[in-house]
């Protein structure tokens, strides 16, 4: 299983960044896929997840619901967080995962600074 994030970078609080995650190595359209995100000195936590079917269920944290949009295309085995008007609270190391029930597995990250 391997799973690649990108798209992080730093943004004024307002802007926007698309964040994606291509991932291998697992028939990636059985799963849910997920992206989670760690600040400094926090716990890791879920930010939002899209099941395996398009359409289908998506959740997302109250922190971001209304401003993330989760999506993913089946074909070519990606998974996108679009984040709009940023605050600097969404600071934190951002993290595709996958529960192959278990273990859940994670991406290497990917950095969104959005400044105070």
């Known amino acids: 299983v391997q799973l690649v994030e990108s798209g992080g970078a730093s943004v004024q609080p307002g802007g926007s960044l698309r964040l994606s995650c291509a991932a291998s190595g697992f028939s990636f359209r059985t799963y849910t896929m997920s992206w989670y995100r760690q600040a400094p000195g926090k716990e890791r936590e879920k930010v939002a997840s899209i099941a395996a079917v398009v359409p289908g269920q998506i959740w997302y944290a109250d922190s971001v619901k209304g401003r993330f949009i989760i999506s993913r295309d089946n074909a070519r085995n990606m998974v996108y967080l679009q984040m709009n008007n940023l605050k600097p609270e969404d600071t934190a190391e951002y993290y595709c995962?996958?529960?192959?029930?278990?273990?859940?597995?994670w991406g290497q990250g990917t950095q969104v600074t959005v400044p105070s």
């Open positions: 995962s996958v529960l192959i029930p278990p273990p859940r597995f």
